[in-house]
């Protein structure tokens, strides 16, 4: 009788330097980022490969220092972690946005509106900031969560830390830039006849932002942010092209009325986060 060798299957492709650049930088698509995943689990040359990726963007040097400190905690009488050390995994925490393009997205609107107003002699500006404000927290959320944004978040998302509360963490980042930087602008636009206060946006902008994460909870960040801050632009765009000097965005957001109604549904989208707080355990891994 004759005796067969059984000899493991080789793979029939392997990873390429581009794969594995998209992959560490989290653009790859969804479809190649689990075949890549599924292969280096048998494929130690690609995960080689792979991992040298990683470590050489934008997560390698927080990768290396929380290793070397992981390894230095590790040792006996070691010393306290260093302050770099945390300053590093801090910044990190914050999240894609306040590393990437949307700060300077932020910048340029800030920029925009100070050249409006005082060199090109627009008296509409203040309704232009006005009207952006709100969707630029909404975009930096986009930004700071799920595979495709953070390099990191397979890690991230199986710890104690991850899902909503690393969600949370990363939108109050993203809020403490934007609150300060965007009213401050606007109090020093010069305003027009009856445009709202430079503070107007801040309800409309914490109100859209929950919302954000509560819908998110459903259909992923990215989708849930251009879906509401799209809607929202449709909503001022008409009125600020109608009449760009005239206090065009007051009907959105000034007035009892509306800041009540924008208060309860910043109240509501928070329920509802609480209530889908799970599903951002889950979401990013089907």
Known sequence: MSRRTTRPATPSWHVTDALAARYAEGTAAETDAWSLEKHVESCAACAARVSAAVRAGAAGPVLASVRTELLA??????????????????????????????????????????????????????????????????????????RHADPLHEITAATPSGGLRLLLTRTAAVLLVCVPLLTACGALLPPAAGSPGAAAWLLPGLALTLATLALG?????????????????????????????????????????VQTAWAAAALACAALLALRRRSFDHLETR
């Open 73 to 146: 905690s590790l040792a006996p009488g070691a010393p306290a972690p260093s302050p770099l050390g945390r300053w590093a995994r801090l910044w990190w925490s914050a999240g894609p946005a306040l590393r990437g393009s949307w700060l300077v997205a932020v910048a340029l609107v800030v920029g925009a509106a100070f050249g409006l107003a005082h060199g090109a002699g627009v008296q509409g500006a203040r309704n232009w900031l006005l009207a952006v404000s709100p969707v630029l927290p909404l975009a930096g959320v986009a930004v700071s969560y799920g």
């Open 217 to 257: 909870s459903f259909v992923g960040c990215r989708a849930a942010a251009a879906t509401l801050g799209g809607g929202w632009l449709l909503a001022v765009a008409r009125s600020l092209v109608g009449a760009p000097g005239a206090p065009a965005v007051a009907p959105y957001v000034t007035g009892p009325a």
